[in-house]
């Protein structure tokens, strides 16, 4: 048994590891992702992502990197809003990257954005490389959570800032029935319709219920070695963005 209960939830019952397994999920989906998550969540996502990356303005980064870049959205939207000198973006599907690739070459952006195949929990460049990190829905499908959030410590120069968007489970009544229901039946029935991996909606799900957010995430933060942490709610508590830096 994993430290973290959602680190034992996997897309599918074959005995292979988890990382394995997040990687054919998103595979499998690759092509219409984008698609869906804006239909899926009525393109919140993108202001979402817009207020994550803001909180990078006043650090001025020029090396970041986006852990779970998936098909670069985080990635594409940084480089706009922050021009950065380099966007380093990694993920474990190659499908999910070659969207990606065309996306940044689509935007012009290919000698700034560099996009790789890598795992969080192995992350293949030196200590204090970057002045910025950024996971956006991702941190949920890390094999192991705290091992992960200390690798990116690792990668970070000192007075780097750590920010992560992730869904949450509504506190209020009312909308916590809506979104469980909208979650675990309606979205996955949308996924089937629109010829995606049904299951594949369903595991989002399990694991973001399973994932230990708000202030439980910010004492792992806080036990992996980051400081200045906390966590601010964003609309009614369906997702939550939270910073953390690394010391000196």
């Not at 939207?77 to 993920?91: F, N, T, W, Y």
């Not at 979104?179 to 799900?205: D, E, G, S, T, V």
């Not at 992996?224 to 966590?231: D, E, R």
Request: charged share 25%.
């Amino acid at each position: 048994m994993s430290q973290f209960a959602h680190d034992d939830i996997k897309p599918f019952s074959s005995s292979t590891d988890k990382t394995s397994q997040v990687s054919e999920m998103f595979d499998t989906i690759a092509g219409r992702y984008d698609f869906m998550n804006r239909f899926l969540s009525l393109g919140i996502d993108r202001t979402w992502r817009k207020k994550a990356i803001r909180l990078f303005r006043d650090d001025r980064p020029q090396h970041m990197l986006d852990v779970a870049t998936g098909t670069a959205d985080m990635a594409l939207r940084a480089a706009k809003e922050l021009s950065p000198q380099k966007i380093v973006g990694i993920d474990i599907s190659p499908k999910m990257l070659e969207i990606g690739r065309r996306k940044v070459e689509a935007a012009g952006l290919g000698t700034k954005i560099e996009l790789l195949s890598g795992d969080s929990q192995t992350i293949n460049f030196a200590d204090g490389t970057f002045d910025a990190v950024m996971v956006a829905f991702g941190v949920r499908n890390f094999e192991r959570l705290e091992k992960g959030l200390r690798e990116i410590l690792r990668v970070m120069k000192p007075g780097a800032q750590l920010v992560v968007l992730e869904f949450s489970r509504p506190r209020t009544p009312g909308v916590r029935q809506f979104y469980n229901l909208y979650m675990a039946r309606i979205a996955p029935q949308l996924a089937r319709w629109f010829n995606q991996n049904k299951r594949a909606y369903q595991y989002l799900n399990e694991s973001a219920n399973a994932f230990p957010d708000r202030q439980d995430f910010v004492d792992i933060l806080n036990n992996a070695g980051y400081q200045k942490t906390s966590f601010k709610s964003l609309s009614l508590g369906i997702c939550c963005i939270y910073v953390g830096r690394k010391g000196g």
